[in-house]
């Protein structure tokens, strides 16, 4: 089964990693969060005002919080908008 | 009798499935919700800014508290706009 | 006495129904709501953004808490945007 | 003294009129608010986005709660946007 | 030394009144506002969305709590945008 | 070292000045704030929607409580945007 | 590993400096903040309406909680938008 998301969505896998946003800096309560990595399994076609900056494939950082998750042939993914995407890790 | 949805709004009706959205991962309060499954029964026209990316009978997930249920010739139909639609299922 | 609504609004008429909406699954809190039916009676002309899809003598489904009452000539009805009628049933 | 409004404000004089709006059915909380009857009395420009639909003389329904109220040469008036004016009655 | 106002915003002395704005009639809570008049004093270049529709000289109706005070010279004054100026009076 | 404001952002300096905004009007509650006033050190290009309208030099009145404050070498500066401007004083 | 940030994000590296933004001044609650000092490292596109005004590595003033941090190689990074950026140093 394949998923295809829409708009300026997109389905990504995450990446289990080791403390990498671990920080010595005090955080504020909730006023900063960690961001968290994955890889990019699907792609939206974007809309009319966002162009779609990621492909299939690529890894990149996004906020812990955004999206849904959901399970699909027994592998869990996150379906999310382009703009909780932070950055791409080349 | 036949529904025909306005602007960007969509008829779907849910598919029963065995819970294909749990995962172990813990959520954090109600920052997460888990999507649902359904097969789409009619599509609006689109509007100015928003052309529909779906068709009826495609398979879609879609945000469970997203839009209003209702009963038509006794089968419940749920009614939301195209933006609470997060992926196509093929 | 006629109505005439401005811009975007439409003047509806309530059709009472044996409780079409009902429906067996369990509604989270208010996060769901039911609509209700009612007869088209009057459509303003629309607005630069928003043409109307709705014309006198539509039967629709609207959302039950949006728009005004007024009573005209002794008769209820109800003022509402387009925005708020989800489908027309055919 | 005579009142001009600027934009898409209008003047307007209410009519006191016995309970038209009064409906036997019972209503959510502040869900709803009953609309009530005036005349135009004045009728600004209109702006960029809105073109102006009523005309001096009218005989409309408005938002209860819409607008501020004036008092000129010992009149009592509401100024309000052409938004909370529901329909004209003709 | 003189005020010149930037974009859509407005320079207004305050005309004292004899209770104007008072009227008879209930004001539920503080849904509603008393305007009060006031004599344009500077009038700002406007912006590419807001033509300037009152000039220096105007009298004018004005939301009471909108803008800021600003004393100069010994005089009080309020800057406000035009969008908080109701009417003209003539 | 200079400082230059990105966007539609300004830098200026605060004056200190005797009370001028202290006027004997009762203001209700935080509804009404006093603006300050200062000299505009440097100005950010604008953007696509905001034009300049304010130039190094010019003495402003800005909302107190408005930007960001700097301390560079060993001057206290504010950082904010035009909007927060309110007027200049010629 | 490279971090390549997607439409109007920036990647940034904090400059630890002697509290520059001390000031004598006492700040009302939390209407005020401190920005901080950085160096950028990385550039987003940017999008259809903002265009970057700022490069690698300028020196920059950018709001102290704005962002995410991120930890990418062992060193520490903050991601965030142009918008959060106040001014660059020169």
């Known amino acids: 089964m394949k998923v295809?998301?829409?708009g300026d969505r997109?389905?990504?896998k995450r990446i289990e990693v080791e403390e990498t946003t671990k920080s010595?800096?005090?955080?504020?309560?909730?006023?900063k969060e960690k961001p968290q990595e994955a890889k990019v399994v699907a792609v939206g076609p974007g809309t009319a005002e966002i162009k779609m900056e990621v492909k299939e494939g690529d890894r990149v950082l996004f906020s812990k919080y955004a999206g849904n998750e959901v399970k699909l042939d027994g592998i869990d993914y996150t379906i999310l908008k382009q703009e909780d995407i932070l950055a791409v890790l080349e």
Chains 1, 2, 3, 4, 5, 6, 7 share one sequence.
């Open 4 to 6: 295809r998301p829409l």
């Open 10 to 12: 997109i389905v990504i």
């Open 24 to 31: 010595g800096i005090v955080l504020p309560g909730a006023a």
